[in-house]
C-alpha cells in the first residue's frame, strides 16, 4: 500500500484538536443527487474542512428509499473541489471487481489531482441485507480472504507493472493498468476494522490507515492505537487513524488518544439543513 500519503495531502491546516477534519456522508434520499453532494463539497471545502466522505452501499433499509452509486458522486465531488480530500469510507471491496476498482481509483485519482482516499473493509450483512439479497458472499471469514487477496491486486496494478495474479477467489493474467494513480506508490488505503479483531487490525497495519468500526470512547481508540503500533513496529512510516463521531461529540479526547482525521458521521436519512447547519459551523478551530 501506498506509505507517502502525507507529502501528498492537499495544503491546509489542522484544526485546535491537531487532527484533520471531514465529514461523512450516506448517500441516501435527500442526498442521493450527486449535484447536491458536489454543492456541499465545495460549500465544506470553503468552511474549511480537509475532507469529504463517502458511504458506499447499493441499498439501505427502509425508511429509505434513494440511494446514489458513491463512484459517480466522488466524481463530481472531485470537479466541484480544489483541496478536500475524498473517498468511500468505506467500500465492501469483496462484492466489488479489483480490476474495475484498480482503474476506478486510478482515474479518480487523476481526476482529483491526487486527492482520493480508499476506505475498505468487508462489509456487513446484516444492515440493509446486500449480500444476501443480491447472490454475494455472505460468510465473514471468506469476505476477508476476498478483501486481502483483492488489496494484493491493487497494490499490482497501481504499480504499472503488468499483473500476474492467480489466487482463490480472482485471477489477472497479465494485465498492466495504465495511467498508473497521481500519488506514488499508490492510492493511500484506510482498513476498517473492529478494534476488538486482532485479525482486521493486522490487516489495517500492514495499509496506510485505520477506520476503526466501535468506537465509541477514546480508550477504545488508544487501545486500538497500541496495538496497530505494536504490529507496524518502531520503523514504520507515516500512518492515520480516523474515527467518526457522530454530532455533538468533541474530537479533542480522540486526538489525544491518537486520531489523526476526525470524521463527522451523520445517520442514514439525515436531512439537508442539518448537514448545511454542520459545514457552515466548519471544524472545530484554534
Not at 470537479?79 to 479518480?108: D, F, S
Not at 476477508?144 to 492467480?166: C, F, K, N, Q, T
Not at 513496529?233 to 480522540?254: K, N, Q, R
Request: aromatic share 6%; net charge neutral.
Amino acid at each position: 500500500m501506498a506509505t507517502d500519503q502525507h507529502s501528498a495531502s492537499p495544503r491546509g491546516h489542522t484544526d485546535r484538536t491537531g487532527i484533520r477534519s471531514a465529514i461523512n456522508l450516506p448517500l441516501f434520499d435527500t442526498l442521493a443527487d450527486p449535484a447536491v453532494v458536489a454543492r456541499l463539497a465545495a460549500e465544506a471545502e470553503e468552511a474549511g474542512w480537509h475532507g469529504v466522505f463517502v458511504w458506499d452501499h447499493v441499498r439501505w433499509n427502509a425508511p429509505i428509499q434513494q440511494v446514489a452509486d458513491p463512484w459517480i458522486t466522488m466524481a463530481a465531488i472531485a470537479t466541484a473541489t480544489e483541496r478536500v480530500r475524498i473517498g468511500p469510507m468505506v467500500t465492501p471491496l469483496p462484492r466489488r471487481r479489483p480490476v474495475k476498482v484498480a482503474r476506478e481509483t486510478a482515474t479518480l485519482d487523476r481526476l482529483s489531482g491526487g486527492r482520493l482516499i480508499l476506505g475498505v473493509g468487508i462489509g456487513l450483512d446484516r444492515f440493509a441485507g446486500e449480500f444476501s439479497k443480491t447472490g454475494e458472499q455472505i460468510d465473514d471469514r471468506v469476505r476477508g480472504e476476498m478483501l486481502d487477496e483483492a488489496l494484493e491486486i491493487l497494490a499490482a496494478a497501481w504499480s504499472g507493472e503488468p499483473v500476474h495474479h492467480h489466487g482463490t477467489h480472482y485471477t489477472v493474467d497479465d494485465i498492466q493498468f495504465l495511467p498508473r494513480p497521481v500519488q506514488q506508490p499508490g492510492v493511500p488505503v484506510w482498513a476498517a476494522a473492529f478494534t476488538g479483531n486482532r485479525k482486521p487490525l493486522r490487516r489495517a497495519a500492514r495499509c496506510d490507515g485505520l477506520f476503526p468500526a466501535n468506537v465509541d470512547h477514546p480508550d477504545q481508540l488508544a487501545a486500538a492505537v497500541a496495538t496497530i503500533t505494536a504490529l507496524r513496529g518502531p520503523a514504520s512510516g507515516p500512518y492515520d487513524i480516523a474515527v467518526g463521531l457522530p454530532i455533538g461529540v468533541d474530537p479533542a479526547p480522540f486526538a489525544k488518544a491518537g486520531a489523526t482525521w476526525w470524521l463527522r458521521a451523520f445517520p442514514p436519512g439525515v436531512s439537508l439543513d442539518v448537514v448545511r447547519g454542520v459545514l457552515r459551523d466548519g471544524p472545530a478551530q484554534p
